[in-house]
Every structure is written in structure tokens, then in C-alpha cells.
């Protein structure tokens, strides 16, 4: 069993930045998949980005250029640093884990899911 939590979120600025962490516990792989999505009021579930150990993030191209995921297998977190923040930004934003073999997008493909952590972009 797998538990993660979120936490970072908040009230920024437009253009502002944001760094969103999550932890990891249990019984964990340093080779499972690590991703983030997020989900805005009456929207789907939309997907970030996606990290695993010896691999290059990859990223969603809404993000790419301006999200960036970090992971740290020796403290067991993976980090969202978000910059230039836009107010289509504000959503709910989840980590996820992935156990099984292939890198995916779809949220449907992972296996554990954080609580999320609220990210509002407003001036």
C-alpha cells in the first residue's frame, strides 16, 4: 500500500510561482511512476507531467516550459514547481503513483492518489 499527500497550495498572484510537494509512504519502488494532474471545477481530470527514476520528466504540452517536476527518492517526495502562473491554473492538483510497467497519461493508469491540495491563481 501506497500513501501520498500534498501539500503547497494556495492563493498566488497571476505570473507568480508556486512549488506543490508530495510524500511518499509505504510500500514504495523507487522505479514506480510518479505523476501530476490536476482538476479544475466542472473540467476532467487533466494530466501534468510524470517522473520515474532514471528517466526524463515528461510533460503535457499546456505545462511544458513553465511546470517542473522533481523527485527526490531519498526523502521519498516528488515536487511540482509551477512558474509564470495564469488564473486558468486554479484547480485541485493530485499526485499519483503508478506501480505497474509503462509510463501513461491518463488517470485511469495510476494506482494511488494524494488527497489534493487547492491552487488558486487570482489577483
Known amino acids: 500500500q501506497v500513501q501520498l499527500a500534498e501539500s503547497g497550495g494556495g492563493l498566488v498572484q497571476p505570473g507568480g510561482s508556486l512549488r506543490l510537494s508530495c510524500t511518499a509512504s509505504?510500500?514504495?519502488?523507487?522505479?514506480?511512476?510518479l505523476g501530476w494532474f490536476r482538476q479544475a471545477p466542472g473540467k476532467e481530470r487533466e494530466f501534468l507531467g510524470v517522473i520515474r527514476r532514471t528517466f526524463a520528466p515528461f510533460y503535457a504540452d499546456s505545462v511544458k516550459g513553465r511546470f517542473t517536476i522533481i523527485r527526490d527518492d531519498a526523502k521519498n517526495m516528488v515536487y511540482l514547481q509551477m512558474n509564470s502562473l495564469k488564473p486558468e491554473d486554479t484547480a485541485v492538483y493530485y499526485c499519483?503513483?503508478?506501480?505497474?510497467?509503462?509510463?501513461?497519461?491518463?488517470?485511469?493508469?495510476?494506482?494511488?492518489w494524494g488527497q489534493g491540495t487547492r491552487v488558486t491563481v487570482s489577483s
Open positions: 509505504g510500500r514504495f519502488s523507487n522505479n514506480a511512476f
Open positions: 499519483a503513483a503508478k506501480v505497474s510497467l509503462g509510463v501513461a497519461t491518463t488517470p485511469d493508469a495510476f494506482d494511488y
